[in-house]
């Protein structure tokens, strides 16, 4: 059963830069994965950031970036904001048209 | 403006089903690709369904057999049909557009969400 896994919970210093990542229990994450990158703040609807590993979605700032750190996609945040406080989900492609989240990241401001 | 919006959401009793309507504005359902993704109370996103816009469709190991993703072009809307419903697929349902990551490969990512549906399994 594959399972993609990202970190519980991060903290970040207003002003200060941020990388969570997304990994996968058996293998590595590549291109291939086409990973995105979702925000999800309660009561909103959620924000699709990046997606192709690196390309920022329609009015994402560039303070967000995708990218592959060695076998796991990854979302810098730089300058944080206080309105970054948020939880963030990766996604990835599997193959064979099936997809699936990660856990998400439940990231902190402070 | 580009938008999906949900409907058909409620409570039902386990073993119950349910049938969620998605309405498209600004694009047809018929030349995109669709799919449907829930949050359980407290949980994280899970992707269910994708319904490719040749017609193709795929489910997570978690509703397959159980839910059935499908579209009706002349009224726009995709729908997914949930059987034997359980507990645990109590959850928030959001419909949403995908578009393809790359021209060559099936994958895609959500490029817009709707507000989504409740769900309430229970007796």
């Known amino acids: 059963q594959t399972v993609v896994t990202q970190e519980p919970s991060f903290s970040v210093s207003p002003g200060g830069t941020v990388t969570l990542t997304c990994g996968l229990s058996s293998g590595s994450v590549s291109t291939n994965s086409c990973p995105s990158w979702y925000r999800l703040t309660p009561g909103q609807t959620p924000r699709t950031l990046i997606y192709n590993t690196n390309s920022r979605s329609p009015g994402v700032p560039d303070r967000f970036s995708g990218s592959i750190l060695g076998n796991k996609a990854a979302l810098t945040i730089t300058g944080a904001q206080a309105d970054d406080e948020s939880e963030y989900y990766c996604m990835l492609y599997l193959g064979k048209g099936i997809s699936m989240f990660g856990g998400g990241t439940k990231l902190t401001v402070l | 403006e580009v938008q999906v919006v949900e409907s058909g959401g409620g409570l039902v009793q386990p073993g119950g089903s349910l049938r969620l309507s998605c309405a498209a504005s600004e694009f047809t359902v018929g030349t995109n690709n669709m799919t449907w993704v829930r949050q359980a109370p407290g949980k994280g996103l899970e992707w269910l369904s994708v319904?490719?816009?040749?017609?193709?469709?795929k489910y997570a190991d978690s509703v397959q057999g159980r839910f059935t993703i499908s579209r009706d072009t002349s009224k726009n809307t995709v729908s997914l049909q949930m059987n034997s419903l359980r507990a645990d697929d109590t959850a928030l349902y959001y419909c949403?557009?995908?578009?393809?990551?790359?021209?060559?490969?099936?994958?895609?990512?959500?490029?817009?969400w709707g507000q989504g549906t409740l769900v309430t399994v229970s007796s």
């Open positions: 319904i490719y816009s040749g017609g193709g469709t």
């Open positions: 949403a557009r995908v578009s393809p990551s790359r021209s060559d490969s099936w994958s895609y990512y959500v490029d817009c």
